[in-house]
């Protein structure tokens, strides 16, 4: 399987607990990004790197957001002393061209 | 600022005939557009796209049409099967920008 691969696929923590959770783009891809959907709400942009600088942040992405791409390979998103409006379905994608290649996502639940 | 817009939150056609899911957009900059087809419990996968240079894009059963006057684009899926059932969303961008921006998605549900 080539395509983009995110890890875990769903995650349960409690509110004020840390959680990361890591993308795997499509190899020959240098460029990556992280989106969030909420429920009835299309993908929103939270950040994008290009091999392995971050290179442009959403105003969504409060500090307690932090990601990385290190190598300019694999990427990991942390959300800092989560809370309950932090739930919803974290996606990651990869482009060469114009087309984006999304991961099956990482559903997070904040209780 | 919801910059793309679907204002149908779901459409329900009949097996073998026409779809028609529409977007309007507002910033008169973005020059790319995108159709992605979501399943439950899968990431989106890109469906067409189309450049604001042409108004037109086919690709077997689907066709992308882009009205740039009107800020309008539109997806035509003919004939319309079940396995195309799933939530569609419309996609903008400027060219190799990095900040798609998307609408919140019609779910089709076509009928067998």
């Known amino acids: 399987d080539t395509g983009v691969s995110q890890d875990p696929r769903h995650k349960i923590t409690k509110r004020g607990q840390n959680v990361t959770f890591r993308c795997d783009p499509i190899?020959?891809?240098?460029?990556l990004y992280w989106y969030r959907q909420t429920l009835g709400q299309g993908p929103e942009f939270l950040t994008y790197f290009q091999n392995e600088a971050q290179l442009e942040k959403s105003r969504l992405l409060s500090d307690r957001f932090s990601a990385e791409r290190p190598k300019g390979s694999f990427s990991t998103l942390e959300i800092q002393r989560t809370e309950q409006g932090d739930s919803a379905m974290y996606l990651c994608?990869?482009?060469?061209?114009?087309?984006?290649?999304f991961g099956q996502g990482t559903r997070l639940t904040v209780v | 600022d919801q910059q793309v817009k679907q204002n149908s939150p779901s459409l329900s056609v009949q097996e073998g005939r026409i779809s028609i899911l529409n977007c309007d957009y507002t910033?008169?900059?973005?020059?790319?557009f995108l159709w992605y087809k979501k399943y439950p419990a899968e990431g989106p996968t890109f469906l067409i796209s189309?450049?604001?240079?042409?108004d037109k894009n086919e690709d077997g059963r689907f066709t992308v049409f882009l009205n740039k006057s009107a800020k309008h684009l539109s997806l035509h899926i003919v004939p319309s099967q079940p396995g195309d059932s799933a939530v569609y969303f419309c996609?903008?961008?400027?060219?190799?920008?990095?900040?798609?921006?998307f609408g919140a998605g019609t779910r089709l549900t076509v009928k067998p």
């Open positions: 190899s020959e891809h240098n460029r």
């Open positions: 994608a990869s482009k060469q061209g114009v087309e984006a290649f």
């Open positions: 996609a903008a961008s400027l060219y190799n920008n990095n900040d798609m921006r």
């Open positions: 910033n008169s900059m973005f020059d790319y």
């Open positions: 189309i450049s604001s240079i042409k």
